[in-house]
């Protein structure tokens, strides 16, 4: 990943040994320091030609001047500009030809040395294999769990490949930055773009995030626990000490409350009586009058409330009548209207009412001497 240089535009009223500070990245994002000692004209990006150990190998330009620097103690590289490699000229056409054609090798000698491996029955991995652009030395990057004794290895590949070999041990973190990928967030990993030191990440990350002590969910492709998990943890931290610390359940007189969930950042506590499964929401200064009263050996009626609301007569309200019972009907005398006579046998009685039978019987319908059934039959009368 490149870096934005924004003193690239800014002139120096004197040069110094600083200024010709060079970064230089490689394949999978590897990047070294160099001196640009015969001050080559050159600018961010450009291919260029530095030197190495053992001949010389090409890379593109990443950053210049007092960025280098400030990179340098970042790392901690104490290290005099002048020891550094130098950087020997701007590549070529032909410089870039004979890169390409070094690069073409990388898999087919990866795949070749795995079953070398395998016929060797090393307990080790081989993730990537990197040639130099002069193609007399590759580096060969592998993980293993214990110690491998590759001596043998080292005779096979140098007599089949011609080369110089090198075996570089790296971990599960390093050789996921190198593969590179697309992680859970849909990014790409950080390991693979910007993220340079790997630094310790432990499953306590996870608990004060409150999250789900789940590997599968936890891990990145490394296999390891995922580095964003200390991306916000010093927020949290933060977050999690005006929060109440609560070592056992809380007592109320409706019963024990225990918690289950913690809302960080609203200051909400999620608790439940005893067997219950409805989870009541409370605010953490209510939790801490709550501790404060149980210290005291005070319990109060309840999450809400401390003590039981006293009822009065004006707060009670009458209840509703019900649906069955109906009031009374008043005399009939007292609205006006007379009672009805009494019968001889002293009981009320209702008029008699006419037959319903009789009142809904529908009259006959004459018959209709003009429809033709009626005039066949007199016909055949007649």
């Not at 600083?18 to 015969?38: H, I, M, Q, S, Y």
């Not at 040639?131 to 990057?141: I, R």
């Not at 030191?197 to 990145?220: H, I, M």
């Not at 809904?360 to 319908?365: E, G, I, N, S």
Request: glycine share 4%.
């Amino acid at each position: 990943m490149n870096v934005f240089d924004w003193l690239s535009d800014m002139k120096m009223p004197f040069e110094t040994e600083d200024d010709l500070l060079v970064e230089v990245r490689f394949k999978n994002g590897k990047k070294d320091f160099f001196f640009n000692k015969e001050r080559i004209a050159i600018t961010t990006g450009d291919a260029v030609v530095v030197e190495m150990a053992n001949g010389f190998h090409i890379g593109f330009v990443s950053m210049q001047g007092e960025l280098v620097n400030l990179q340098m103690k970042r790392k901690q590289v104490a290290v005099a500009p002048t020891d550094l490699p130098h950087v020997l000229r701007v590549a070529n056409e032909s410089d870039l030809s004979k890169f390409e054609q070094s690069q073409s090798r990388n898999l087919p000698t990866m795949y070749r040395s795995r079953e070398i491996i395998q016929q060797l029955n090393l307990k080790m991995k081989l993730s990537d294999v990197e040639f130099q652009a002069d193609n007399t030395k590759a580096t060969f990057y592998y993980s293993a769990d214990e110690r491998v004794d590759f001596r043998e290895l080292i005779k096979l590949l140098a007599s089949e490949f011609r080369i110089r070999v090198e075996m570089k041990q790296i971990s599960l973190r390093q050789e996921a930055g190198r593969l590179g990928g697309i992680g859970s967030c849909g990014r790409e990993l950080c390991c693979s773009t910007w993220l340079v030191d790997f630094k310790n990440v432990s499953t306590a990350a996870a608990r004060y995030q409150n999250l789900s002590l789940n590997p599968n969910k936890l891990s990145g492709q490394c296999g390891r626990l995922k580095c964003c998990l200390n991306y916000e943890l010093e927020t949290y931290v933060e977050a999690l000490k005006d929060l109440p610390e609560l070592d056992k359940p809380l007592l109320t007189k409706r019963g024990k409350a225990f918690l289950h969930k913690t809302d960080i950042f609203r200051r909400v506590l999620w608790f439940s009586y005893n067997d219950e499964s409805v989870w009541h929401p409370i605010s953490a200064e209510r939790v801490g009058e709550i501790i404060a009263l149980n210290q005291k050996g005070i319990a109060p009626e309840s999450l809400e409330l401390d003590e039981a609301p006293v009822l009065t007569n004006q707060s009670i309200l009458p209840m509703p009548p019900k649906k069955g019972n109906r009031p009374k009907r008043k005399n009939q005398q007292e609205n006006g209207k007379p009672e009805r006579p009494p019968r001889e046998n002293g009981s009320q009685q209702r008029p008699p009412q006419a037959n319903k039978k009789n009142l809904r019987q529908k009259p006959k319908k004459k018959p209709n001497n003009n429809h033709p059934r009626n005039n066949g039959q007199d016909r055949s009368q007649n």
